[in-house]
T-cell receptor
Framework: EPEVTQTPSHQVTQMGQEVILRCVPISNHLYFYWYRQILGQKVEFLVSFYNNEISEKSEIFDDQFSVERPDGSNFTLKIRSTKLEDSAMYFC?????????????FGPGTRLTVT | AQTVTQSQPEMSVQEAETVTLSCTYDTSESDYYLFWYKQPPSRQMILVIRQEAYKQQNATENRFSVNFQKAAKSFSLKISDSQLGDAAMYFCAYRSGEGGGSNYKLTFGKGTLLTVNP
């Protein structure tokens, strides 16, 4: 069964450093998402991406964040200058066609630790 | 904006028994979808069940079923014959069905931690 993959599984970085989190969505999916879950808290929407552009972003997704689909398979989340409060689990998700119930399929997540 | 509320931070159940997890939501939309996701200790998000708002019939997936009360904006999850592997955090989530599809972000509740006792 197709699945969403994410790398790395765990990333440790120092405050102020740039990090890139990578995701490979399910191959025929068209809509891509990033969510964040701070330890012990709920999953929060960061950004959605369709047709090579951002379709919606939350207030969390400020200028320090960017997303890109550099080729036909990868979908990346970049944090330019990490802060301690960016420490969280980051989930990538993808979805198929428009409309309908088409579920979002989540990757296993990347645990980001900022020290 | 839509909100999702899970009023039970923790629940426990005996193996083989039945447990019901509560979820309420607030929306002014008429077209939407509701989901239950399971998050085991590995923290992977796994879809358990979904419900389309336009369907009156409650969704069922094996031992998992929902009680969808649209007027009350309630969406509870019932787990029958609970198994040790059901132990996890369970998140209720809302997704709009309006607006054309380019977004359709999920809005999650805070989760209910389910413990299954042998």
């Amino acid at each position: 069964e197709p699945e969403v993959t994410q790398t790395p599984s765990h990333q440790v970085t120092q405050m102020g450093q740039e990090v890139i989190l990578r995701c490979v969505p399910i191959s025929n999916h068209l809509y891509f998402y990033w969510y964040r879950q701070i330890l012990g808290q709920k999953v929060e929407f960061l950004v959605s991406f369709y047709n090579n552009e951002i379709s919606e972003k939350s207030e969390i997704f400020d200028d320090q964040f960017s997303v890109e689909r550099p080729d036909g398979s990868n979908f990346t989340l970049k944090i330019r200058s990490t802060k301690l409060e960016d420490s969280a689990m980051y989930f990538c998700a993808s979805r198929g066609l428009a409309g309908g119930p088409w579920e979002q399929y989540f990757g296993p997540g990347t645990r980001l630790t900022v020290t | 904006a839509q909100t999702v509320t899970q009023s039970q931070p923790e629940m426990s159940v005996q193996e083989a028994e039945t447990v019901t997890l509560s979820c309420t939501y607030d929306t002014s939309e008429s077209d939407y979808y509701l989901f239950w996701y399971k998050q085991p200790p590995s923290r992977q998000m796994i879809l358990v069940i979904r419900q389309e708002a336009y369907k009156q019939q409650n969704a069922t997936e094996n031992r998992f079923s929902v009680n969808f009360q649209k007027a009350a904006k309630s969406f509870s999850l019932k787990i029958s014959d609970s198994q040790l592997g059901d132990a996890a955090m369970y998140f209720c989530a809302y997704r709009s069905g309006e607006g054309g599809g380019s977004n359709y972000k999920l809005t999650f509740g805070k989760g209910t931690l389910l413990t299954v006792n042998p």
